[in-house]
């Protein structure tokens, strides 16, 4: 049954009826309806303080619960701060909704104050958008807008509302059925092409399998490891596909690509058959892609027909759900042949012996400077699997991804994709939000973390009991190890200074600060971190010019690995298998 609403009122009841229990906003203008109405709503509003913090605060949220996430922001610049965080959104296909506001309708297109064309901004960023011109448009466009973010590849959408639609009266009544006769995902995969995968696999002798974001987004990260155990094939991992399969499991081995572990990218050199479930061979997991696999036959599932063959070309494509296409695929793979079986069980057993020759190491004495790597080893063991944790973007990333205890799906968040700085700490407010029983950890740079550090003030006025981990190094670390490493040590423009006291800085927005410089340090900082009821900020002093290990040089194949400097003593983390 219908009734009698204004358009602002409607917004609040298409939320409601999604099952939209909060979202992250900062006011303004052309949203005052807005956020008049939301006194009404039942939905909780999360002020940020600032609009990028909303976007990226609702995308950890959708990473976490598997839910749509939603924020809120006014015209002009309030929507072209959304900008950034829907970019990171669509690279990582996470289903975001954003709702904006605009200028009255009868001032778009006369440069209004606070005007900005922001569906033409946001055009190649989103998944789709639109601008609301009729206040009885708004139940079907949220309706729609809700089935795009959340089917097919997930991705961002934006809605962008006149003040005056936001005034105006309309008849509610939210549509069960959905008329989008032009969107139509395949989610079921052709099923000759899986017979075609299925004796594929059964023919193989090096086969490996390369988890990746999709398979967290279909919730598929069983059907993976029954695949993996059922068929004696090793797993490794995209920086998305993290969590896909517990690290520990002798099958799995962890990250490949420009840092991931010898054992892994050995693997992906050395197969003959590659089953790519849910990535889309980014030049960071690639390389130089035209020397990537070069002995390996591919199969590649993606539900995006658009990733098949973009990157690296495919001898067995499946356009689906990574979900519906194994539970399609398992019941239709049939045991290897003897001389299969055996080859298999040997190569297994190789790349398990790669990783004992290889693991992932670090010099540490206790005359050196705090090992960033041992920071993050240390939270990983204290807080345990069933923790959150969430990175910035650099070195301090990539050595989580490396050495934190991954074993379950969505308790890892980065921004991957487009590689945001700043994402980290709005990123961990709403993971926060998303698990409010849950422990949540950022670990982030000391550059990162300036780039968005007023969210401290979210984090305090919210009570949310993020542990904030920052690996201060004094420099853009990653830009400061390319220097290094490819530019003869000319460091240029890597060091702020006078850095900030980021201890006196965490007690000025009202949260305790610790300082901790030494290894002596590490568990009592962190066991009293633990014990706080809101949040709490650690500053680690690490060694400033540690580096990140494997790496690839950039356009080399990932086979052309550096492993690190050549040190008579390292540490090795476990070892698996």
């Known amino acids: 049954m219908s009734e009698r609403l204004n358009g602002a009122q409607a917004v609040w009841r298409c939320l409601e009826a999604e099952g939209v229990s909060v979202i992250f906003g900062y006011p303004g203008g052309a949203v005052l309806p807005l956020y008049d109405a939301l006194l009404d709503s039942s939905v909780r509003h999360i002020l940020v303080r600032h609009e990028q913090a909303a976007v990226h605060a609702a995308d950890a949220y959708a990473r976490v619960t598997g839910q749509v996430g939603v924020c809120l922001a006014t015209s002009g610049p309030g929507a072209t701060n959304l900008v950034t965080g829907l970019a990171n959104a669509y690279m990582d296909s996470i289903p975001v909704i954003a709702v904006t506001g605009q200028v009255t309708s009868r001032l778009i297109g006369r440069d209004a104050f606070q005007e900005a064309d922001v569906t033409g901004i946001t055009l190649p960023i989103t998944k789709h958008n639109y601008l609301v011109q009729r206040p009885e448009d708004l139940p079907r466009v949220f309706r729609e807008a809700f089935h795009i973010a959340r089917t097919g590849r997930p991705g961002p959408v934006l809605i962008d509302i006149p003040k ?17 006769p032009g969107y139509r995902p395949t989610v079921l995969g052709n099923p000759r092409q899986i017979q075609l995968a299925a004796e594929a696999i059964a023919s193989a002798e090096r086969p490996v399998i390369i988890a990746g974001g999709g398979v967290v987004s279909a919730g598929a990260s069983g059907l993976v490891r029954d695949l993996a155990e059922m068929q004696d094939i090793p797993v490794v991992t995209t920086l998305m596909g993290i969590g896909a399969m517990p690290v520990t499991h002798p099958q799995c081995f962890g990250l490949l690509g420009m840092h991931g572990r010898f054992s892994a990218n050995r693997a992906v050199s050395e197969s003959d058959l590659v089953i790519a479930l ?11 892609a ?65 990783e004992r020759q290889r693991p992932i190491a670090y010099e540490e004495s206790d005359d050196r400077p ?9 939270i990983s063991r204290l807080a345990g699997p069933e923790a959150i944790c969430v990175v910035d973007v650099g070195q301090h990333q990539m050595w989580a ?6 074993q379950q799906p969505r308790r890892f968040l980065s921004s991957s994709g487009l590689g945001t700085m700043g994402f980290g700490l709005p990123a961990a407010i709403g993971a926060q939000v998303a698990a409010p029983g849950g422990e949540v950890w950022l670990v982030v740079g000391d550059g990162g973390l300036q780039m968005t550090l007023q969210e401290l003030a979210t984090a305090v006025q919210e009570e949310l009991p993020i542990r904030i981990a920052v690996i201060n190094n004094g420099f853009l670390g990653m830009v400061r190890q390319w220097q290094e490493m490819f530019h003869r040590r000319r460091y ?38 633990r014990l706080e009821k809101g949040p709490v900020l650690i500053d680690f002093i690490v060694d400033p010019e540690e580096c990140v290990f494997p790496m690839v040089p950039p356009g080399q194949g990932i086979e052309k690995m550096i492993l ?11 070892v698996k298998g």
Do not use: C
Not at 324 to 340: N, W
Not at 370 to 378: A, D, N
């Open 164 to 180: 005056d639609v936001q005034s105006q009266m309309l008849e509610y009544d939210y549509p069960a059925q959905l008329n989008l």
């Open 370 to 378: 705090l090992k960033p790597q041992r920071v993050i080893e240390e």
């Open 401 to 406: 991804a490396q050495l934190w205890n991954h």
């Open 492 to 529: 240029s423009a890597v060091q702020f200074g006078p850095w900030p006291d980021f201890v006196r800085l965490a007690e000025a927005f009202g949260l305790p600060g610790l300082r901790v410089q030494s290894l002596a340090e590490v568990g009592p900082a962190l066991t009293r971190a």
């Open 564 to 574: 690190g400097p050549d040190v008579p003593a390292v540490r090795p983390v476990a």
């Open 278 to 288: 849910g990535m889309r061979f980014d030049d960071r997991v690639t390389g130089g």
């Open 290 to 354: 035209g020397r990537y696999a070069p002995r390996a036959r591919v199969v590649h599932v993606d539900v995006d027909p658009a990733e098949i063959g973009k990157n690296r070309s495919v001898d067995i494509p499946i356009v689906g759900d990574v979900g519906k296409v194994l539970e399609a695929l398992l019941p239709s793979l049939r045991a290897p042949a003897l001389r299969a079986a055996e080859a298999r069980r040997a190569w297994l057993a190789q790349v398990q012996d790669w």
